[in-house]
């Protein structure tokens, strides 16, 4: 089958890539970032042309890749040359040796730097990578396994084109040695269960209905800014959004009317126009099921006060008000262009709203008394807390969720740990 054919091909190119040494492996990287860069346009219309993400949104991902290429290149040598433990032994150390073939499959909402935050790492570390990439993104899948493809060393990128459903045949295969997985809850469970039946290492980057919580003491015109790009980037396809608005009911009406206000400035136009800063949603099949979550919440008692139209996968940048945690807006992920506000009384009502979620990927809090807003930072049950400032991803920091947002972390120190044979050394 020809699955087994890539599999076979990335072990043989892991055989040789894990002798190469860090320096020679950081070279590499380099020139990644280069070719990355030099082609950032044309990369960038692939992403638009593959899910309607505008131009100048689609640009700024290939150079966020760039960022995180940059970032191992500066730090990866020292995260990965182990530590000195001291003992009664004469020497103890640690070394970080690659596993082998990794398996990563990636989701469509942003196609490169999914990718590229588990592919970047992963080669880093000595390993080899499979890509499995969404059906939907076809262009950008090609442009990846291009840009990866470098002229004097041999492959060690391997796209693989398989329906979803054969990713767990995959993992029972002994050439896989980790799989990384950004995606729905239900591939996280089918994943993370096939990884956990073969006893393989497993990252999982699932869902998240983040909370974006507005203190009575903040003040709405700095904050609503704020707020629009937090729920409203990639047109809402993103797990990081802030999709549950839990605003102090002192300042509900306040923020309410000015963000419907700023949010209905928000307008279509050509997507290769760098001046579009509203992309459709990926496909029309997701825009129905998130116009299914708003009707249903409105017929519940949500008021919708900005948007609401749906035309194929043209979805108009959506508010509703009055939300309830027994309504889907509050209690689904909306993965699109639909805020819900929420009204809180207390502090500690704002946290138990943004507990109340199955998932657990980040909240954002936004209020004067910091050090306030730090002293509460434990009782949320989220793999990230931002202090006035929106939830972001940042190669410098751990990335990943709680609960069934995922298992594991990506990027930073822990990124490029995480597909390593941590391996002790004691020499008498």
């Excluded at 809402?236 to 608005?245: E, F």
């Amino acid at each position: 089958m020809k699955q087994n054919v890539v599999l076979e091909q990335a072990n043989s190119a892991f055989l040789s890539w894990k002798k190469l040494s860090i320096d020679e492996r950081i070279d590499y990287l380099t020139k990644v970032n280069e070719k990355l860069l030099q082609n950032k346009e044309e990369y960038g219309k692939c992403m638009t042309l593959d899910m309607y993400k505008p131009i100048k949104q689609s640009v700024a991902e290939v150079e966020k890749c760039s960022k995180l290429i940059q970032y191992y290149i500066d730090n990866g040598k020292e995260i990965l040359k182990g530590r000195t433990i001291k003992t009664d032994w004469t020497e103890t150390y640690t070394v970080n040796d690659p596993l082998g073939v990794i398996l990563g499959v990636m989701p469509w909402n942003f196609p490169f730097w999914q990718v590229f935050r588990f592919a970047i790492p992963t080669l880093l570390a000595g390993n080899t990578v499979v890509v499995k990439h969404a059906s939907n993104v076809p262009l950008s899948a090609k442009a990846l396994e291009e840009c990866f493809t470098i002229d004097d060393v041999d492959p060690v990128y391997f796209n693989i084109t398989i329906p979803g459903r054969e990713v767990e045949r995959l993992i029972e295969s002994p050439y896989v040695k980790g799989v990384s997985l950004t995606g729905s809850e239900a591939a996280g469970s089918a994943v993370g269960k096939k990884a956990g039946e073969f006893i393989k290492p497993v990252v999982l980057e699932l869902g998240g209905s983040n909370a974006f919580i507005v203190c009575e003491d903040v003040d709405v015109d700095t904050i609503v800014p704020i707020a629009v790009n937090a729920r409203f980037q990639n047109t809402g396809q993103s797990c990081i959004a802030g999709k549950r608005m839990l605003v102090h009911n002192s300042k509900r009406k306040e923020f309410t009317e000015k963000f419907a206000e700023a949010v209905k400035k928000l307008s279509f136009g050509d997507l290769m126009d760098y001046d579009t800063g509203l992309g459709y949603m990926a496909r029309p099949d997701l825009a129905d099921e998130l116009a299914e979550i708003m009707n249903k919440s409105i017929a519940m008692g949500a008021t919708l006060v900005a948007g609401g139209k749906v035309e194929g996968n043209k979805f108009e940048p959506t508010i509703l008000a009055d939300v309830t945690k027994e309504m889907p807006a509050f209690k689904e992920e909306t993965f699109g262009p639909l805020a819900a506000i929420v009204g809180f009384d207390t502090f500690d009502e704002a946290v138990e709203l943004s507990n109340d979620s199955r998932f657990g990927l980040g909240v954002a809090m936004f209020g004067k008394d910091v050090e306030f807003l730090k002293s509460k930072v434990s009782e949320f049950d989220e793999g990230a807390v931002f202090i006035n400032e929106m939830v972001i991803s940042d190669p410098r920091v751990p990335f990943g969720g709680n609960k069934f947002s995922g298992i594991g972390r990506e990027m930073a120190a822990e990124g490029l740990l995480s597909f390593v044979n941590k391996k002790s050394v004691i020499v008498k």
